[in-house]
């Protein structure tokens, strides 16, 4: 993340143009104007099991508009058989050929995205195969356990004499990486060929335009395996690998950093922890061991986290959006919001019809909503993306505090405070560094984009005073380029 130089002076709107009659004397009399600064996208959103299409369609209609910077996008390839979301995970050939739609759909996606100003990151599944016997898989490619027509044969994979091949004892580094996990088949990833094929998929994907990968499973590949897979890799692809902090464990995130950057799962463990005991301000001193803010994607939930409750998810109601305004509030990493559907199985797939995961059609927003349900709760957090365009890099201000409650300012850009007492309003009086002017409240429904979202912002900043009253368990969050005219 880079500061903005100086605010570009886009002019946005003149105000104060004061009815006179022009003669070849006067002076003109000064004009105030709003000045609104460069938005710089930081925030992602992992749009979990989205069909392509519907994640082309978010990326024009919401994403871009709002200043989101990427999308995480679910795996592409072609997978096993079955209803439930995790058949993802298994891959059976590198064929852009899924429950979530053809290679054409995903070029098609990928270049709309680009075109609203959104990047996408792939979901990246290299670590192993299937994790079943054998079949045939959803474009048709039959296999078994290790075998995968013009890819991989038996010699590819790992062998493991632990019971059933299995990683029993994650205290050790080699059982973790070359025995299988949950019986997926573990490919040899140091292996030269192994990596070439690898490298070939992954180039594929980029050659659609694809800007970045998740590495999934990557605690289970030895990071001089991923550096090299890296290394081969053409163009100069975002790399963020997924490895799951465990303090007792000999794999650590740090391990990985001479790749790229590494998902922050302590920084969503810590908020799940915050939030329900108030002590909000210690969002802002949140890090991941010594992951640096440049290299950490810190996020509430993800996919599987939001499944074995290790984080706050949307069953969490008002707690979950607390914390995604933390999230997004604080100065750490680079934030990835969640956008999944509501379930009741851990294993319970997307609404899908015939294979294909159906169109996402956002509910109606609710505490209670129906399994199925496309949540699609990254779209109350739009407005709070452009927030964090907006603010960039700009340091905290002094902190205000009253019971569960804080506010402060970043820089001269933007202001937010944060309720989390469960039923108290507050209405702090804050002093602030924000200009003048009449704001809207960015943590409300998403701003339009259109010209005139904040027709009448009921925020006065007047005199570097603001009086900002915040409902329980909401924000209000101002920005200077979300001010009335
Ligand atoms: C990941 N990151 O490292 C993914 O984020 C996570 O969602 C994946 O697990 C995992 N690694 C492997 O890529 C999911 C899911 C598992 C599921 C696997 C494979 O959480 O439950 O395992 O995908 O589909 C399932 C069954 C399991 C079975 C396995 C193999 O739940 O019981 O093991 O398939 O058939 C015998
Ligand atoms: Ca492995």
Not at 12 to 38: D, H, K, N, Q
Not at 121 to 131: L, R, T
Not at 155 to 166: A, K, L, M, V, Y
């Amino acid at each position: 993340m880079r500061r903005l130089a100086l605010p570009l002076a886009a002019l946005v709107a003149v105000v104060g143009c004061s009815p006179s009659t022009p003669t070849a004397t006067t002076t003109p009399t000064p004009t105030p104007s709003i000045l609104s600064v460069e938005p710089e996208r930081q925030v992602g959103v992992q749009l979990f099991q989205w069909n392509w299409p519907s994640v082309g369609r978010e990326c024009t209609e919401v994403l871009g508009p709002n200043q989101f910077a990427f999308v995480l996008l679910s795996p592409a390839q072609e997978h096993i058989v079955g209803e439930q979301w995790w058949t993802s995970y298994q891959p059976v050939s590198y064929q852009l050929e899924s429950k979530l739609g053809t290679r054409d759909e995903f070029e098609e996606m990928v270049s709309t995205c680009h075109e609203a100003g959104v990047k996408v990151i792939a979901d990246a599944v290299i670590n192993h195969m299937a994790g079943i016997d054998g079949g045939t898989g959803v474009a048709g490619t039959e296999f078994t356990h290790y075998e995968y027509p013009g890819l991989y044969g038996p010699d590819d994979f790992h062998t493991c004499d632990t019971p059933g091949g299995d990683i029993v004892n994650y205290v050790d580094q080699q059982e973790v990486q070359e025995c299988e996990l949950s019986n997926l088949a573990d490919l040899r990833t140091g292996e030269p060929e192994v990596q070439s094929t690898i490298v070939s998929y992954l180039d594929d994907l980029t050659s659609l335009g694809v800007d970045g990968f998740r590495i999934d499973a990557a605690k289970h590949m030895h990071h001089r395996d991923v550096q090299e897979i890296v290394d081969q890799l053409s163009g100069d692809p975002i790399i963020i690998s997924e490895v799951i902090r465990a303090s007792s464990e000999p794999i650590q995130p740090e391990d990985y950093l001479e790749i790229g950057s590494v998902f922050a799962f302590q920084v969503a463990k810590d908020l799940a922890g915050l939030v329900p005991g108030g002590a909000l301000h210690r969002a802002l001193d949140l890090k991941d061991g010594q992951v640096p803010s440049e290299q950490a994607y810190t996020f509430v939930t993800n996919h599987d986290t939001e499944r074995n409750r290790q984080t706050l998810s949307y069953k969490d109601a008002d707690k979950y959006r607390v914390a995604n305004y933390l999230l997004l509030a604080q100065p750490y990493g680079t934030p990835v919001l969640y956008s999944g559907y509501a379930f009741t199985d851990r294993d319970e797939g997307a609404p899908q019809t015939d294979g294909g995961v159906d169109d996402v059609e956002c509910a109606t927003p609710s505490d209670d909503p129906a399994p199925g349900d496309w949540l699609c709760q990254h779209r109350t957090d739009a407005g709070m993306a452009e927030w964090v365009a907006v603010v960039g890099d700009e340091p905290i201000g002094d902190l205000w505090r009253e019971g569960y409650a804080i506010g402060f300012d970043r820089g001269d850009r933007g202001l937010i405070v944060i309720n989390g007492n469960s039923t108290l309003d507050v209405s702090p009086e804050l002093t602030t560094s924000l200009p003048d002017g009449a704001y809207c409240n960015a943590a409300d429904l998403p701003p339009s984009g259109a010209e005139d979202r904040c027709a009448d912002g009921e925020f006065i900043v007047a005199d570097g005073k603001v009086t900002v009253p915040v409902s329980p368990m909401s924000a209000v969050a101002l920005h200077v380029n979300l001010r009335s005219a």
